[in-house]
């Protein structure tokens, strides 16, 4: 809403108690004190999941929404293994073994549930690293980084490059959704899924992962390969990832009929 006033429009405050101010002074037995508007903490929470990347429709996926029932019970499996990784964060994102990889068939849920891990991160406080005062609190920071779509970006505007890698690298929590994505290619006649890895590619993962792991940041792995098929891309790459995650990872595989949501009733 915008009010006009003098012939120029005024946009009416989206906070009424603060009046966009973020807080005011009150007195207080004679003292003058600042108050912080409760509005502050909305704008914060807003803020880190619009920075997220994350899209719209992404940001509704939550633990109740996923579907396990009827499906084979690696699908449970990987549901048990995201919910416990969720309620482990506090106690293990600083330590070595603080990641999770959701890999194998495509269709099974892997993206769903680490983003639903993700929404509720971005709701969650750690203590913030920048602050003297250990107990100041701040959201967590994700940064969501579709494979595919993501270095087609990137590709497409070199000049965006440093600082997109860097932010790759410092955010709290990376989720790289579809590492490597398979495409389809004939080999001798017959049709093989061969990973999206060029050089270029590998070597910019390298960068990303080998930072974060070096200082212990976590990272959300979605990938229709599985561990040996990781390792396969890139030994370094994968043992890094493997390391991180091994006390989180699930690989799903099965009748893809049967995993795949999309083929369902």
Partial sequence: MADKQDGLIVKEPKCTECQDKLGWLEDRNGIEVYVKCPCREQRALA?????????DSFRKADFKTFQ????????QH?????VTYFKDFKDIHKERCNSIQLLGSSGAGKTHLLTAVANYLMRTKIPDPKEYDKER?????????PFVEGFNNLRDDFEKLEAKINRMQTVDVLFIDDLFKPVSKWHNGERIKVPRATEWQIEQMQAVVNYRYLNHKPVLVSSEWDVDGLFDVDEALASRLYEMSKDYTV??????MKLNHRMGD
Wanted: charged share 25%; hydrophobic share 30%; net charge neutral.
């Fill in 78 to 82: 990987a549901y048990e293994c995201a």
């Fill in 47 to 55: 803020n880190n999941i619009r920075t997220s990347e994350i899209t």
């Fill in 137 to 145: 609190q701040r959201y967590v920071q994700v940064h969501y980084f």
């Fill in 68 to 75: 396990t029932e009827g499906k084979p019970e690696i699908v």
């Fill in 251 to 256: 690989v799903i595989k099965g009748d893809r």
